[in-house]
T-cell receptor, first 112, second 110 residues
Framework: EPEVTQTPSHQVTQMGQEVILRCVPI?????FYWYRQILGQKVEFLVS????????KSEIFDDQFSVERPDGSNFTLKIRSTKLEDSAMYFC??????????FGPGTRLTVT | GIQVEQSPPDLILQEGANSTLRCNFS?????LQWFHQNPWGQLINLFY???GTKQNGRLSATTVATERYSLLYISSSQTTDSGVYFC????????????FGTGTRLQVFP
């Protein structure tokens, strides 16, 4: 069964550094999403992406964040200058028809 | 925005017991999904169920969209069912984001 994959599984970075989180959505899916979950809290929406542009973003998704689909398979989330409060689990998701969303295993980002 | 509330927040069961988890939402929705977050943090899709009833093995779910709630039933619980169960909804009004509830933490003991 096709799956969403994410790399790396765990990333440790220093405050102020840039990180890129990578995702490979399910191959015939057209809608892509990033969510995050701060430890012990609920999952929060960051951004959705369709047809090579952002379709919706949350208040969390400020100028520090960007997304890109650099080729036909990858979907990336870049955090330009990380802060301690960016430490969280980041989930990528994809959907074929903008209904059921399938989630990847997550990247645990630790900012020190 | 839509509010999603789950109950109970915590549930402790002995292996073999049955349980019902509830999700209430405050407005009409296009999409409702149930997830299981395992101890490694992975979100596992359980059901896509904007309305009606579905069953998958020992799990089943029912959504009554007109009354704005969904129920997840776990029968004959096993220790591997432990983790956090999330309900997530997508609103009807020009949005494609999922809004998650705060979850039900389930612990199943042998």
């Amino acid at each position: 069964e096709p799956e969403v994959t994410q790399t790396p599984s765990h990333q440790v970075t220093q405050m102020g550094q840039e990180v890129i989180l990578r995702c490979v959505p399910i191959s015939n899916h057209l809608y892509f999403y990033w969510y995050r979950q701060i430890l012990g809290q609920k999952v929060e929406f960051l951004v959705s992406f369709y047809n090579n542009e952002i379709s919706e973003k949350s208040e969390i998704f400020d100028d520090q964040f960007s997304v890109e689909r650099p080729d036909g398979s990858n979907f990336t989330l870049k955090i330009r200058s990380t802060k301690l409060e960016d430490s969280a689990m980041y989930f990528c998701a994809s959907s074929r028809d903008n209904y059921e969303q399938y989630f990847g295993p997550g990247t645990r980002l630790t900012v020190t | 925005g839509i509010q999603v509330e789950q109950s109970p927040p915590d549930l402790i069961l002995q292996e073999g017991a049955n349980s019902t988890l509830r999700c209430n939402f405050s407005d009409s929705v296009n999409n409702l999904q149930w997830f299981h977050q395992n101890p490694w943090g992975q979100l596992i899709n359980l059901f896509y169920i904007p309305s009606g009833t579905k069953q998958n093995g020992r799990l089943s779910a029912t959504t009554v969209a007109t009354e704005r709630y969904s129920l997840l039933y776990i029968s004959s619980s096993q220790t591997t069912d432990s983790g956090v169960y999330f309900c997530a909804v997508e609103g009807s009004y020009n949005t494609d984001k999922l809004i998650f509830g705060t979850g039900t933490r389930l612990q199943v003991f042998p």
